[in-house]
């Protein structure tokens, strides 16, 4: 089994790529303590990829994931090709997700969340640094102590209401 030690980037491409540049240049600049493994430097997939050769590439990165981030936007819950099915496999492969309403909203919102992300132990916050950064640093910890074992919850940030 791979080390697993990246950050997985659940993203609807076509409507929220800006949110995901957005964390890569958080990443980039040395002004923020913004620091990211990011599982999709492992391979390259082309465009012209049937779905096939898109899934296999993208379940190797995922092997090689310690914390899966989803990117939750107006239209990511009617994207299941990749994005349903991304998530699923994270789920199969017990990677902690946390769920990032590009809305900013701190909590599961239930007009836009995914179905596959609601009352699954995942973490929900707003598309905000400092709320990322918590994440990054405990959620993983926090989701393999206690959270898989709750019974199907959904866990936001207070400090973030």
Request: charged share 30%.
């Given at each position: 089994m ?15 790529n ?31 990829s ?15 994931t ?12 009617y ?11 994270a ?16 909590r ?12 699954q ?17 405990n ?23």
């Amino acid at each position: 089994m791979a080390y697993r030690n990246k950050v997985y980037v659940c993203v609807e491409y076509d409507s929220d790529n800006r949110y995901y540049n957005t964390l890569k240049m958080w990443d980039k600049n040395d002004k923020f303590d913004f620091k990211f493994h990011n599982a999709h430097d492992l391979n390259t997939i082309m465009q012209f990829s049937n779905e096939e050769t898109i899934k296999k590439r993208l379940r190797e990165r995922l092997l090689n994931t310690k914390l899966m981030i989803a990117l939750i936007g107006e239209r990511t819950k009617y994207h299941h090709k990749y994005v349903g099915w991304e998530i699923k496999q994270a789920q199969k492969l017990d990677i902690p997700i946390v769920v990032v309403n590009i809305n900013k909203r701190n909590r599961m919102d239930s007009d836009l969340c995914p179905a596959s992300l609601k009352g699954q132990n995942a973490l929900h916050i707003p598309f905000m640094k400092e709320a990322f950064l918590l994440a990054m640093e405990n959620w993983y910890d926090f989701y393999h102590k206690t959270a898989k074992y709750s019974g199907g919850n959904d866990y936001y940030w207070e400090q973030f209401d």
